[in-house]
T-cell receptor
Framework: AQRVTQPEKLLSVFKGAPVELKCNYSYSGSPELFWYVQYSRQRLQLLLRHISRESIKGFTADLNKGETSFHLKKPFAQEEDSAMYYCVPAGGTSYGKLTFGQGTILTVHP | DSGVTQTPKHLITATGQRVTLRCSPRSGDLSVYWYQQSLDQGLQFLIQYYNGEERAKGNILERFSAQQFPDLHSELNLSSLELGDSALYFC????????????????FGPGTRLTVL
């Protein structure tokens, strides 16, 4: 079964501090991996996807196939990073659908 | 703005009733996905359509059905509503490769909040 674990429901950091949002997945086949973000009163949107290797808003994510992890990192958090973050594997036998974890609410304090 | 629109924004109805949620994808997107977001279940995939055909099914109840029309808009029909169906229903669209079988970035609508009393 496809499963995503984001162990931290809530994560608080201070502005300028490093932040890491953890994600572990259990998935049939080799999934494509995404991070989606939902800012307050905005719609869910793509933050980054592994295959493109882009760094969006200073965030990066490293895929560790051995540990089946895809942790999201940013060296210096900003207040505008406060949002709900979802780690999302997709593909393989699940085709185009996205499997969402429970999400992590990140709060960046001034 | 991602371009995906959903109507209505809010819907309040009673148990046992039937409602229809509507989604218009981004221009040119062939795939439409429906998701349900509730406090206890989180965000769950319901169903995917690609160019009018059902492509994948998730945890969609038998009381729920969907379709995608020739103009590519989609409707999600929820019938015999129960209190537990109260949730935020999202629609997303994408331009997938390989007839909807390969994941691609999905663009989400603002959601329809359904309240069943």
């Amino acid at each position: 079964a496809q499963r995503v674990t984001q162990p931290e429901k809530l994560l608080s950091v201070f502005k300028g501090a490093p932040v890491e949002l953890k994600c572990n997945y259990s998935y049939s086949g080799s999934p494509e991996l995404f991070w989606y973000v939902q800012y307050s009163r905005q719609r869910l949107q793509l933050l980054l996807r592994h295959i493109s290797r882009e760094s969006i808003k200073g965030f990066t994510a490293d895929l560790n196939k051995g540990e089946t992890s895809f942790h999201l990192k940013k060296p210096f958090a900003q207040e505008e990073d406060s949002a709900m973050y979802y780690c999302v594997p997709a593909g393989g036998t699940s085709y185009g659908k996205l499997t969402f974890g429970q999400g992590t609410i990140l709060t960046v304090h001034p | 703005d991602s371009g995906v629109t959903q109507t209505p924004k809010h819907l309040i109805t009673a148990t046992g009733q039937r409602v229809t949620l509507r989604c218009s994808p981004r221009s040119g997107d062939l795939s439409v996905y429906w998701y349900q977001q509730s406090l206890d279940q989180g965000l769950q995939f319901l169903i995917q359509y690609y160019n009018g055909e059902e492509r994948a099914k998730g945890n969609i109840l038998e009381r729920f059905s969907a379709q995608q029309f020739p103009d590519l808009h989609s409707e999600l029909n929820l019938s015999s509503l129960e209190l537990g169906d109260s949730a935020l229903y999202f629609c997303a669209s994408s331009s997938p490769r390989d007839r909807g079988l390969v994941p691609h970035t999905q663009y989400f609508g603002p959601g329809t909040r359904l309240t069943v009393l």
